[in-house]
Nanobody, 125 residues
């Protein structure tokens, strides 16, 4: 069992930055790949970024590539999402999630085993 708690969301102007954190409790944090997803009102939950168990491999949605950076600290049991050059279309509830399974499925929400409660990010124009 893994419990995930996100923090760091808020209101920011376009072009600004935010850093989201996701603290994990429970056993074997380092045995899970960790992902970030987001869901805007009226839209489906979409993949944002994922990082492998060791942190050596990352992948991003095209919409955030070059602006967002995912990282993790396996000592602190925490995964981060640094978001720069934010745009109004980045407005959403952001969720972190943990997955054990084939890497080819890491971009798919249904593959994830555990989810946090989400944190709101609002980008004003």
């Amino acid at each position: 069992q893994v419990q995930l708690v996100e923090s760091g969301g808020g209101l920011v102007q376009a072009g600004g930055s935010l850093r989201l954190s996701c603290a994990a409790s429970g056993r074997r944090f380092s045995s899970y790949a960790m992902g970030w997803f987001r869901q805007a009102p009226g839209k489906e939950r979409e993949f944002v970024a994922v990082i492998s168990m060791s942190g050596g491999s990352t992948s991003y949605a095209d919409s955030v590539k070059g602006r967002f950076t995912i990282s993790r600290d396996n000592v602190k049991n925490t995964v981060y999402l640094q978001m720069n050059s934010l745009k109004p279309e980045d407005t959403a509830v952001y969720y972190c999630a943990a997955v054990q399974g084939p890497q080819r499925l890491w971009g798919t929400a249904n593959a994830y085993n555990y989810w946090g409660q989400g944190t709101q990010v609002t980008v004003s124009s």
